[in-house]
């Protein structure tokens, strides 16, 4: 399967303690380029996001956007430090007993004393935090990966239309090449002819030239090295697969060949047909461009 690399996904978790919102999207680049955007609270699982997104994405500028919602934030656990209240009253006492008082002390006194009771925020269990999380990138990847391979087909179907006329023109190049050397033989008898009138014309001396200029304006292995591009780019397509660099550089060989094509060209034609090649091919390599 062809993939573009544009693409965007989204996925949203809730659950009675917290809500995650994912979000990717991504447009064109050489190599694969991951920018994630979250809060400092799960800064800790970078790394793993990284590695964990490898499986969808091969190439492509990548942004990654977390949200991140912790109702539990506010609940607090209240500890009861049993020891050290111990030793507050045995001193109370001591103090009562030396200077013959009596200790009337009440608990919630004793329980505003520095650390006897302490308020504790709940602790995050990592693990349960990690599954939410990679719940959340999952059905965001795979909702991504799916526009990226809907993207993909259009593509794919485009590059093969365009492909397939460009073979038709390299084609009518094959077809007409041979009857470019037939009507430059014809012209050479006729210009040699109307210069020396009556007088014997040296065939030996016309197939030469004929030939000399069949040479010039043959484009023969470069039309077949061009077909064999374009068969290969469509097999390509057809495979489906990481694509992208691999048609890039076939693309480059296709447009050198038309470029050769065109400086042989010896007639209006044969040019107009090469720049139209020309032309399909750089957008053939726009499109290529946007595959992963």
């Not at 269990?125 to 795979?142: F, G, S």
């Amino acid at each position: 399967m062809i993939k573009s690399m544009t693409g965007f996904g989204r996925s949203e978790i809730s659950t009675g303690e917290r809500r995650i919102v994912v979000e990717i999207k991504s447009v064109n680049h050489r190599f694969c380029d991951v920018n994630i955007k979250m809060p400092k609270k799960l800064s800790f699982f970078e790394t793993a996001i990284r590695t964990y997104l490898k499986k969808y994405i091969e190439r492509g500028k990548v942004d990654v956007f977390i949200t991140y919602e912790d109702y539990t934030e506010n609940k607090v656990s209240v500890k009861y430090n049993k020891e050290l209240a111990a030793e507050y009253m045995k001193y109370f006492d001591e103090m009562a007993h030396d200077f013959e008082l009596e200790n009337v002390l009440h608990p919630s006194v004793l329980g505003g004393f520095p650390d006897v009771l302490t308020l504790e925020e709940q602790t995050v269990d990592e693990e349960e935090l990690w599954n939410l999380l990679r719940q959340a990138i999952d059905e965001a990847a795979e909702k991504f990966v799916r526009s990226r391979m809907d993207e993909g087909e259009n593509l794919k179907n485009n590059l093969t239309e365009k492909l397939r006329h460009m073979i038709t023109i390299v084609d009518y190049i094959e077809e007409i090449a041979p009857q470019l050397v037939t009507e430059y033989r014809q012209k050479l008898l006729d210009k040699v002819a109307e210069l020396l009138g009556n007088t014997a014309i040296d065939e030996n001396r016309i197939a030469t030239e004929v030939v000399i200029y069949a040479d010039k304006i043959c484009v023969d292995e470069e039309t077949v090295r061009l077909k064999s591009h374009i068969e290969s780019t469509l097999k390509i397509l057809e495979d489906g697969g990481s694509v992208g660099r691999k048609l890039d550089f076939i693309a480059q060989e296709m447009n050198r060949e038309a470029n050769t094509i065109l400086s042989k060209a010896n007639s209006l034609d044969v040019s107009n047909r090469a720049i139209e090649l020309k032309t399909d091919i750089e957008k053939v390599r726009e499109q290529i461009q946007n595959l992963e």
